[in-house]
Nanobody
Framework: QVQLVESGGGLVQPGGSLSLSCAAS???????AYWYGQSQGKQREFVAL???????YNEEFARGRFTISRTDEKNALSLQMNNLEPDDTAVYFC???????????WGQGTQVTVSS
């Protein structure tokens, strides 16, 4: 069992930046690691992937603005969010999965609010 704890959310003005962190209670070196966002009243949606093999993939809306990274030595995952827009307002969750999404662990989420 791996527990995930996100931090770093908050209120930021449009155009601002935030850095989200996800701390894992155990090793994530062999897991795929993701960030998802869930806006109020909407389904949780994929934001970015950092694969165990070094693969990095960002959803289109995040490209050029968000950067996912992982530090397996510290059992940590990060999401640097730049040039934030009001539409980025959401609860952001980290997730790690094994092969075929087994096992599958989620954090509790951290709120990001972009507003002037």
């Amino acid at each position: 069992q791996v527990q995930l704890v996100e931090s770093g959310g908050g209120l930021v003005q449009p155009g601002g930046s935030l850095s989200l962190s996800c701390a894992a209670s155990g090793s994530i070196a062999n897991y795929q690691a993701y960030w998802y966002g869930q806006s109020q009243g909407k389904q949780r949606e994929f934001v970015a992937l950092a694969g165990s093999d070094g693969t990095i993939y960002n959803e289109e809306f995040a490209r050029g603005r968000f950067t996912i990274s992982r530090t397996d030595e510290k059992n940590a995952l990060s999401l640097q969010m730049n040039n934030l827009e009001p539409d980025d307002t959401a609860v952001y969750f980290c997730r790690v999965t094994g092969i075929a999404c087994v096992p599958n662990y989620w954090g509790q989420g951290t709120q990001v609010t972009v507003s002037s």
